[in-house]
């Protein structure tokens, strides 16, 4: 590891520099949104008891994202905000948790509007081996997305999917395995 740092440090183009006191728990994903550093996944700050789906690096401490969702405990999966991505100047989240009345995993994908979160498109049947969403990708206007998921709503969809009318559409053929990076 890097001196002084505990799982996220800052690179200036020389040297590594921890930022604040540093997170425990497990990064899954981390965007830059303006001026603050996301980081998403199950995540607490030293010192404090909550684990949080998603904190915020503003440049001299961490804090929980406003309006997040409910804090988590490590290694639940209830909820588990797992990729992140900044998608037309707005966060978009991927986060998977399981219902009391269903045993399978359902994931679905948030929009932050500056006031509070808003699902976007329909909920996605995850495999019930516990893959989860892997990827959130913006790339030319759309929003793609990549897990173990084999279907939206009544649709097959094959690990890969991107929002179209404000629903989740099958890519192509989609993909035999899910990918966990671009």
Known sequence: GIAGTSRIARWDGSLWHPLGSGLQGGIADVVSMGPALVVVGYLQSPGEEQFHPILRWDGGQWSAWPGSFPPVRPNS??????????????????????????????????????????????????????????????????????????????????????????????????????????
């Not at 994931?107 to 893959?131: C, F, H, I, K």
């Not at 173990?148 to 969809?157: E, I, K, P, Q, S």
């Open 77 to 182: 999966g209830i909820p588990r905000v797992s990729a992140a991505c900044v998608h037309d100047g707005s966060l978009h989240v991927a986060m998977g948790r399981i219902p009391p009345d269903r045993p399978r995993i359902v994931s679905s994908v948030y929009r932050w509007n500056g006031a509070e979160w808003g699902q976007v498109g329909g909920e996605l049947g995850v495999d019930p081996t516990g893959a989860e969403l892997y990827l959130l990708h913006s790339h030319q206007g759309l929003l793609y997305l990549t897990g173990g998921f084999r279907n939206v709503g009544d649709r097959a969809v094959r690990g890969v999917a991107v929002l179209q009318f404000l629903d989740w559409q099958p890519l192509a053929d989609g993909l035999d395995s899910a990918f966990e990076a671009v």
